[in-house]
């Protein structure tokens, strides 16, 4: 099994990304730098060292602006499957997230692998969300780019959020869902929160999502990683 990681950056995250690669490290994954197309982001090493094996830019560097964080997690899923390295299985995850252990036993035989985040919620169609990390298999990626450019088309977009559009497009074209060992929230910004990710971390989590600063990043993993 053979897991290739792709870090969704943005300029702003140049200091989250130096200060996070040590973690990506620990899935034991090649390495993918996506930017994006309007600004310059920064990757603490060259190609070729660190297990960064390509960097390439998608899209405009904004947050939920129309589908453009969709169409970047389906371009980045195509533009992995033309790399060489007969990987097995796409990983994609936010700069925000540190991983705690080898990711290649997170990965499914087929269908998506994420952090369960919510069920339904008022103003969106889908059933049920999720945070990255985002494990697909090669079929699986294959099956979920389809269906994605047939939601796109007719606008299905669960309002620009990724977290939600894989959510429906689970739903509608019945992509297999299984539960990631993580743990997330938007930030890591409250007691409550640090406190939780401080537990599933003990437990033997595989990543933690939403680590925005140093501050946060010494108060999750202190006296555990």
Not at 80 to 86: A, E, I, K, P, V
């Amino acid at each position: 099994m053979k897991p290739l990681l792709a870090i969704l950056s943005y300029v702003r995250a140049n200091d989250i990304v130096a200060r996070h690669w040590d973690y990506y490290l620990k899935a034991d994954c090649d390495i993918v730098g996506i930017g994006r197309e309007t600004t310059s982001c920064e990757w603490p090493c060259r190609v070729g060292s660190r297990r960064l094996v390509a960097v390439q830019n998608i899209g405009e560097d904004s947050y939920v602006h129309g589908d453009n964080l969709i169409r970047l997690h389906i371009d980045t899923l195509e533009y992995m499957l033309s790399l060489n390295g007969d990987y097995t299985h796409l990983i994609l995850t936010e700069p925000d997230a540190i991983v705690l252990k080898p990711l290649a036993p997170e990965c499914p035989a087929y269908g998506l692998r994420a952090t369960f985040q919510g069920g339904r919620s008022p103003g969106f169609l889908g059933s049920q969300y999720f945070h990255g990390p985002w494990v697909l298999s090669r079929h699986a990626a294959t099956y979920a780019i389809n269906s994605a450019r047939r939601m796109l088309k007719v606008g299905l977009i669960e309002k620009g959020f990724p977290d939600r559009f894989w959510g429906l497009l689970c739903d509608l074209y019945d992509l297999p869902y299984s539960k990631f060992n993580g743990y997330s929230q938007n930030r890591l910004d409250t007691p409550q929160f640090i406190e939780n990710a401080r537990q599933a971390i003990a437990g033997g989590c595989a990543a933690v999502h939403g680590i925005k600063s140093d501050v946060e990043l010494r108060a999750v993993t202190e006296g555990l990683v």
